[in-house]
């Protein structure tokens, strides 16, 4: 071992020891004849000091030290003459009595700092040096903290942990699927899981009832931003359960994490909302409960009374912006721009400004009396001194644009504090989605929700409204307006399942091709069952107070699904190509 | 939830109660009026009881089930008339007030029993129904035990298990990698790792001292027996440390391990062996010390007695194989005929064997007088009544061949005991292979381990001979004849790692085309640093007292590296192919 004790670890009860540390450099400071360095490792800084009673090789060595030089350092630790409250070594440092360099250090091409002076691009080229850096550091260590909470949690509940294979089949739902060809079966294909979903119905079908897995999971997607072609699930699932058992479980699950990480107590029980009423109230299936402001429907209120554009809309809804009033009329254009802008796609927003006077001012003054308007601001859940912002136009549409809306003013309100949790349940999810431009049914969560058993009826109608109102027993577990996690109680049996790929298009021949090992597994005696799956990356990101996930993955790939570190992808050589039996058909630019 | 207990759990304790269970039906039994129904579940099973005072449906349902129906039963807890001493719950039996049929089952394809009546092709094509039997539940339940008593040791000691990516960078060295083609990026590919290694190092480079993963790893290999394409690691990685601290921690976690699984208390210290001590002993760098047999030279004595064979022979070596001098002339003709198999290589063998009444019988008594031949059987560590068995010709080839013949005896002779456990450490392994037929070195373990700083002259020599005799700082854990892990402490310093890949013929352009990150990591400050990685799947097969993984692993390949359960690999949509720029070239039969 190269060392006694670790950076973080000695203290004033270690004064008189002699004592050897090894790490990085992180500063060196010389101050007449003396030369302080601040070594660093994973636990910590401890302050070291030479001066001119100290031996002639420590100083020759101590002269030489640059930033990041790997260093083994003994001495006797001694009071500080001044002392550091800011870190737990404050109090003491080592007086050298020898040092070695184990490896010297180019200058860095950034500062290895809290706040860095290194670009994103230039960080992510030497991720393994932004990785030293405290923020990333406390990512990492949160990380493995969590997963292990997890896994004592979910051991203590009698579920186990089971691997399933990452070289599987391509499947036809969902995302696009990266592919893996295969060398023993030329012109043959793997596919990386999108998620575990077939095995771990399958483990259930095999009589596993409790099992887990922190996994990593692959999706060829157009990436967006804060997406990672390759991410990590804790994917869950039990036999024998109703959705009551799962909530209560997983519930209990992120209370145990809550406690754990944050002696934080969630509230008991969790708040729940069926998905209607969060598109209702809050515009979204992942509403932010940490703040109010919910949408308030305006239609009765505000239509019939000559204003076209309100009268011929499906839906009117506001909300009300606390303390917004004083606004000026810059603020709300500039308000009216941002929700005109195509990721929020409003066609207009109209005002009502109930002054802290008692005055009403409103962009639709000339068709509305005040008081009409204070009916509505009212109805909006506005009080004087607030101003109600207003969108129309098809129902879901603009509801989700209020939601937005909701949240960017919970934002400029500074009401979204990072380590202020408010979770909750998202439930009875519709079980299809329409979409208009491919004129068919996609299944809101997957292929393998079963419908609410009160809605079978309309589950096995022909008509596109009985379908499009069948709702799931799915639900999704919402922290922060973030979702978290989310699964449903699954289909066990052959009959409904069937039902299902035909619903969504998919042929007799299609799904016995794609899916026909698991339609035969449902024939041997597949249990009831239902789990659910909890982005890990985000989990860890918004227990770190982050939205953002690249700082929980050690070495994550950029915006264009490229790991710039190891600069991958690459070309391979001429004889992989020809082994796997493959040609490049690059297309013309 | 379906269940008020599980079929594991109900004891005389219970008697009266009214409980509810779920599960599979495992077997039905009339006996006159009576039917018993046996109910599996993962933990255990439970008698049923329906007879003539059972409610009309309850019967009825009763006398429809079949094999692997899914129930529900609920009944009263009652005392067996006739109690089964076998299983845990063998006092009682429910008296069924109710039953409900969840799902029926097709009839098996084969016996969901201990011993099924099923091939190993049709178990793989419906694992899901094989994964339902004992020893393969037993196997899995296993494999989570221990999963999570090493993250348990690991965590316990600071470790910290970060995850690292799958879609990485082709690398030279090595097996074959799996690839995986870009949409984003058309005619470059990601590799699937086969192991982390790189990652774990540019962590220990960025700090993270103690660093484990229990991960999927990829080989694209022609598959032998008991290989699969995906594999796990318990990886790991340390810095600041010198060989020692690695042994002393990971045979800390064995340690662990045993005591906590099989209540088994290890030697402490665990034995440790030279690779070339392994070699000349045991003809093996994975010794089985279960049992004795050693080899010894024996070309002193058996050369210069004008037995040509021998004379020219670089080596000859025998085991004393204990009480087997009552073997017949036959089946030392079978032994022979088994070493001169291709698998084993020998040209022919020789045996002396020595009678329990002193007397002394050889198959080459017309060269050695009974004296040299009894000298030879005692220097070969044979008593009265043994058989001694002889090989000649290259030396570590015959050890080999040896080697291979002692497990053979060992085996025949029942002197290899599943639950009997002998670990060691083999250490000091040589730096480099030779290839005869590439006339080139390579990596005895890969290139990034360091040479023995003792051993430095001989590793900047470009005299073969030299190099051949460089030893590294390297170690492998062998259990039962197993390697269960390997690891070693790694170059830290550039210019090493330059001569490293100079003398494995990697080219510089290569070396910084396909290393270049690593490479340039190592000037930032890399530590001193070592670490291994334990074979997952085989850990848990010798724990569970096999030597096959395949029951270890919840949906393994076959020998082709197919799921004949998925039926992957499998051919993908045209769209696929060309989204990915992609045409197959397909060879001429």
């Known amino acids: 071992?190269?060392?006694?004790?670790?950076?973080?670890?000695?203290?004033?009860?270690?004064?008189?020891?002699?004592?050897?540390?090894?790490?990085?450099?992180?500063?060196?400071?010389?101050?007449?004849?003396?030369?302080?360095?601040?070594?660093?490792?994973?636990?910590?800084?401890?302050?070291?000091?030479?001066?001119?009673?100290?031996?002639?090789?420590?100083r020759t060595t101590a002269a030489r030290l640059g930033r990041e030089f790997v260093i083994q350092a003994t001495g006797v630790v001694e009071e500080r003459a001044s002392k550091n409250a800011k870190i737990p070594t404050g109090d003491i440092e080592l007086n050298l009595t020898g040092i070695t360099v184990l490896n010297e250090s180019a200058v860095p091409p950034f500062t290895i700092e809290d706040e860095s002076d290194g670009g994103e691009d230039l960080r992510a080229r030497y991720r393994y040096l932004d990785l030293r850096r405290n923020p990333l550091k406390n990512a990492l260590m949160l990380r493995h903290r969590i997963a292990h909470e997890v896994r004592n949690y979910l051991d203590g509940k009698n579920f186990l942990e089971i691997e399933t294979p990452f070289l599987i089949k391509s499947t036809p739902e969902g995302a696009r699927d990266f592919v893996v060809p295969s060398r023993m079966n030329p012109g043959q294909f793997y596919a990386l899981p999108q998620s575990p979903q077939t095995f771990k119905q399958l483990l259930m079908v095999a009589g596993y009832d409790r099992y887990f897995q922190i996994v990593r999971c692959f999706r060829d997607e157009d990436l967006r931003a804060d997406r990672q072609p390759e991410f990590t699930q804790i994917d869950c699932e039990m036999s024998f359960v109703e959705q009551e058992d799962v909530l209560s479980l997983f519930e209990g699950m992120m209370r145990h994490l809550f406690k754990t990480i944050h002696n934080f107590d969630i509230p008991n029980p969790m708040p729940r909302i069926t998905w209607y009423d969060a598109m209702d109230s809050y515009g979204s299936d992942k509403p932010d409960i940490r703040f109010g402001m919910k949408l308030h429907e305006l239609s009765a209120l505000l239509q019939g009374h000559g204003f076209s554009v309100f009268d011929g809309a499906e839906y009117i809804g506001g909300i009300a912006v606390p303390g917004a009033a004083e606004y000026t009329r810059k603020q709300i254009d500039e308000l009216t721009e941002w929700v005109k802008r195509p990721q929020v796609g409003a066609k207009g927003m109209v005002y009502i400004r109930w002054n802290a006077d008692g005055s009403i001012k409103s962009s639709v003054d000339k068709f509305y009396t005040p008081e009409i308007l204070q009916q509505a601001a009212e109805a909006a859940g506005a009080a004087k001194g607030d101003l109600v912002l207003i969108l129309c136009g098809a129902k879901r549409k603009t509801q989700t644009q209020l939601g937005v809306l909701r949240i960017e003013m919970g934002n400029r309100l500074d009401l979204r504090k990072p380590f202020d949790y408010a979770p909750l349940w998202v439930v009875d999810f519709p079980l299809f989605e329409w979409d208009d431009e491919t004129q068919?049914?996609?299944?809101?969560?997957?292929?393998?929700?079963?419908?609410?058993?009160e809605h079978l009826d309309w589950y096995y109608s022909n008509k596109k409204e009985d379908l499009e109102r069948v709702c799931a027993n799915a639900y999704d577990f919402v922290l922060n307006g973030v979702e978290l996690g989310g699964g449903s109680i699954r289909i066990h049996e052959a009959e409904v399942q069937k039902r299902m790929f035909e619903i969504l298009g998919i042929s007799a021949e299609d799904a016995e091709a794609k899916f026909g090992f698991i339609i035969n597994a449902f024939r041997f005696g597949a249990p009831p069952h239902g789990g659910l799956a909890f982005g890990f990356d985000r989990v860890c990101a918004l227990f770190g107070g982050q939205e953002t996930i690249r700082d929980y993955i050690a070495f994550p790939k950029n915006n264009m699904g490229r790991d710039v570190m190891l600069d991958a992808p690459s070309e391979i050589d001429q004889t992989q190509m020809d082994e796997l039996c493959l040609a490049s058909v690059l297309k013309p630019e």
């Open 440 to 453: 068919r049914f996609y299944a809101m969560h997957h292929p393998f929700t079963a419908p609410k058993p």
């Open 1 to 58: 071992m190269y060392r006694t004790h670790t950076c973080g670890e000695l203290r004033a009860a270690n004064i008189g020891q002699t004592v050897t540390l090894a790490g990085w450099v992180q500063r060196v400071r010389k101050m007449g004849g003396m030369t302080f360095v601040d070594l660093r490792d994973r636990y910590g800084i401890t302050q070291l000091r030479v001066d001119d009673s100290s031996a002639e090789a420590v």
